[in-house]
T-cell receptor, first 109, second 115 residues
């Protein structure tokens, strides 16, 4: 069965510090991996996906098939990055997303 | 519309009452998904529509849950004889195509509280 694990429920860092939100997945095939973000009182929105290999708001994520990981990284955290972050897996286009339980990122000055 | 719209935003139901939750997807979006998000958890898949066809309902937790999308646009999730364990945020998401890996856009959700 497919599963997404985010081991940290809460990650607190100071402004300017590096951030790494961990995500591990279990799936025997080649999934699509995503990071979604939910800012306070806003809807869930896509942050980035592994196939795009892009940087959004300074965040990057690299798919490591050997370690089955898709960790989200940012070298210098900003206070506006404070939000709930969800890692998600999809078997193929047109199928449902499978979400982790989420990690709350809190960035303080 | 500008995005996926869900109504009502909040619903309080007495145990045993039936509820209906509405989702207005982005115009022209083919795919529509319903998710259930319990407190402290990530969203969990309930059911999927491609146009008016319900292609996957494997995530519906019991036969008290029913979803429809009769004209391939607006969708309704109905829960009969609500129980306390049904309390959750119900999210709807739509995407433009069934294939091609397009982005899923989420609504703001309906928070259901069963008392």
């Amino acid at each position: 069965a497919q599963r997404v694990t985010q081991p940290e429920k809460l990650l607190s860092v100071f402004k300017g510090a590096p951030v790494e939100l961990k995500c591990n997945y279990s799936y025997s095939g080649s999934p699509e991996l995503f990071w979604y973000v939910q800012y306070s009182r806003q809807r869930l929105q896509l942050l980035l996906r592994h196939i795009s290999r892009e940087s959004i708001k300074g965040f990057t994520a690299d798919l490591n098939k050997g370690e089955t990981s898709f960790h989200l990284k940012k070298p210098f955290a900003q206070e506006e990055d404070s939000a709930m972050y969800y890692c998600a897996l999809r078997r193929q286009a047109g199928t449902a997303l499978i979400f982790g339980k989420g990690t709350t990122l809190s960035v303080s000055s | 519309g500008a995005g996926v719209s869900q109504s009502p935003r909040y619903k309080v139901a007495k145990r045993g009452q039936d509820v209906a939750l509405r989702c207005d997807p982005i115009s022209g979006h083919v795919s529509l998904f319903w998710y259930q998000q319990a407190l402290g958890q990530g969203p969990e898949f309930l059911t999927y529509f491609q146009n008016e066809a319900q292609l996957d309902k494997s995530g519906l937790p019991s036969d008290r849950f029913f979803a429809e999308r009769p004209e391939g646009s607006v969708s309704t999730l109905k829960i009969q004889r609500t129980q306390q364990e049904d309390s959750a945020v119900y999210l709807c998401a739509s995407s433009l195509e069934s294939r091609g890996g397009t982005e899923a856009f989420f609504g703001q959700g309906t928070r259901l509280t069963v008392v």
